[in-house]
């Protein structure tokens, strides 16, 4: 998703050699989205999300840095649900006084999609269906934040008021979920 939407932004500024690696990045990941959805047969691991991740961002403040009319308020917004779960997951771990980041949490929003709500929406499935479904959920967030960034691009202002919404219904959603956990214990 971030990389079509980081192409798009470059190729609407008319740089085509981000463009071009943007969609590098797309068809790499796209070809592994295909082999393994929906049930998993190879896996990308840190070092390959790692990677990616880096990718994607330094793609990002090079379309910033080479184009004055794209706002990095706007690629805040695209890159708004990574970054957004990456606050979350530090402050919740800070308050819970764990000495280490790397250790793994069942509090990521994801997490709670499927544990919450989509074992419940399809609970007599097996567990990669409702794996598959709270992936399909998780879809919205991530396509809304990325396309919002797309068609604000060239407004901070706007960028700006995004993010700021979209932090707003990512912790209302994310706070809905963990109560509804809590009661379901």
């Known amino acids: ?19 071009a690696s943007a969609f590098a990045m797309l068809a790499a990941l796209g070809g592994f989205f295909v082999w393994n959805f929906p049930k998993g047969r190879i896996f990308l691991g840190d070092c390959g999300a790692y990677f990616a991740g880096f990718f994607l961002a330094w793609l990002a403040v090079l379309v910033v840095e080479r184009n004055d009319a794209v706002s990095p308020w706007a690629i805040l917004v695209v890159f708004g649900y990574p970054i957004t ?4 997951t530090i402050f919740r771990r800070k308050l819970k006084k764990q000495s280490t980041l790397n250790a793994p949490d069942p509090d990521h929003l994801h997490s709670m999609v499927l544990k919450n ?9 097996t567990l990669w269906v409702q794996n598959c479904v709270s992936a399909i959920v998780m879809l919205v967030p991530s396509v809304g ?9 060239h407004s901070s202002s706007l960028s700006q ?10 912790s209302i959603f994310y706070f809905a979920l963990k109560k509804l956990g809590e009661r379901t214990r």
């Open 85 to 88: 779960e990456t606050v979350f």
């Open 145 to 153: 934040f990325a396309f919002s960034g797309y068609y604000l691009s």
């Open 161 to 170: 008021a995004a993010y700021v919404g979209f932090f707003a219904v990512y």
């Open 117 to 125: 709500w989509a074992s419940s929406q399809v609970s007599k499935s």
């Open 1 to 19: 998703i971030v990389s079509s939407v980081v192409a798009a932004i470059a190729l609407s500024v008319g740089d085509t050699l981000i463009a």
